[in-house]
């Protein structure tokens, strides 16, 4: 498991970022028109870019914050001026939700907007001075030892997904990345049973002035559906100052995954509670 130090601003936005109830509402209009300015300059920038990876996509993130530098000012003004103690609007700290309902009703409602840059890079911009990127990136193939010395080699590495790696990152628009937890691996299957294979998951940290990950775990399970997982997750406990103005601790679960099925196909997704 890697553990990567990322830069100092990093970690806990994206799990404040997911505490929440569902149905965000208008914030000052001041502060999210400038907001959504500078993401609406974002997304133009990357899909110029043609990035199609998790290296691609960080590059162009960088680079364009690194042309268009934003004042820390932004971020501390909203929080003040919104009366906003989580990263999303209208969320608290200590309540369970589902990540994925949360993000599709404020997407339908037009509090979020979600953007397809590529097959491999998606990015999710909140109500909020941050956002979520989601991405694939492609790794040199791996097969499982055993497998290689089975009499079924040349048939199970022949029925085998690319070896992938999917990564969600939360940033802001300071262009720093908040947090990241990344899963890598690959799945083989025949048309009538698929099996998982986990090469690695880790998580990224930022700077933030609490942090604790508790009963970190990576591995693979089995579905009822028939579907096979291969997954990261863990208990985050953490907690940020900016600019003198603090974001609520919070303790949750988060977990990465990649699911496959009997034909071949893979998704990835992720939960929070």
Known sequence: MKKCLMSLFSCLLLFSLFSATVGATAVNTQYLEEIQSIQDNLIKNLEQADVDNTKEANQAINSFFQNNPVNESLITDYFVNTNQKTVLPETEADSDMDLKSYLRTNIENGNFKEHIIS????????????????????????????????????????????????????????????????????????????????????????????????????GVTYEMTGKVRIFGKGKFHFGLEIAGYGLTVQDKFYNVFQEGDKSGGVLWDKTVN
């Open 119 to 218: 097959d491999n890079v998606k990015i999710t911009l909140t109500d909020s001075p941050f956002f979520i990127v989601e991405t694939v990136t492609d790794d040199e193939q791996v097969i499982d030892s055993a497998l290689l010395s089975s009499d079924m080699a040349k048939l199970a590495a022949s029925q085998a997904t690319p070896t992938k790696t999917y990564t969600l990152d939360v940033k802001s628009i300071l262009g720093n990345t908040i947090f990241s937890i990344s899963v890598q691996g690959y799945f083989t299957y025949n048309g009538t049973a698929v099996n998982p294979h986990l090469v690695d998951a880790w998580y990224n940290k930022g700077t933030l002035s609490i942090w604790q990950v508790d009963d970190w775990e990576e």
